[in-house]
């Protein structure tokens, strides 16, 4: 999400560029942005439970519902997925070295960040 966000700053501040160019470029690139976080809230859902009592589980029905939902119920869903991530702040560890000549504690931010997950 990081490089999506450094190409609409490339993109505004690039002065060769036409507005009409410049524009959809911006909005090519914001619309992935969107896609990506929709995506990634998805994958948080396990299900939506309905008024009738109805739970879909189905994860393209839950993209689906994502996609075409208002923007409050879009906003209390990534609140409640912040309360939960509070809830479960994994922040710092602490590890300790295994070596038998150190045995050292320490502790370390731990961080997943999927852009750097792998390498």
């Known amino acids: 999400m990081k490089f999506d966000e450094q190409r609409i700053m490339q993109v505004v501040q690039n002065d060769e560029m036409d507005d009409e160019e410049k524009t959809a470029r911006f909005n090519k690139v ?11 809230v998805s994958k948080s859902i396990a299900g939506i439970k309905l008024e009738d009592g109805t739970v879909v589980e189905n994860p393209e029905h839950i993209k689906e519902f ?5 923007r ?8 409640k997925l912040d309360e939960i991530k509070s809830a479960t702040d994994y922040s710092n560890i602490t590890l300790t070295c295994e070596s038998p ?3 050292k504690e320490f502790i370390t931010p731990f961080v997943f ?3 750097n997950f792998f390498g």
């Open 72 to 79: 409050t119920v879009w906003e209390a869903i990534k609140d």
């Open 30 to 40: 914001f619309q992935r942005i969107i896609e990506t976080g929709i995506n990634q």
């Open 66 to 70: 994502l996609e075409n939902c208002e």
């Open 101 to 103: 000549e150190c045995t």
């Open 113 to 115: 960040e999927q852009s």
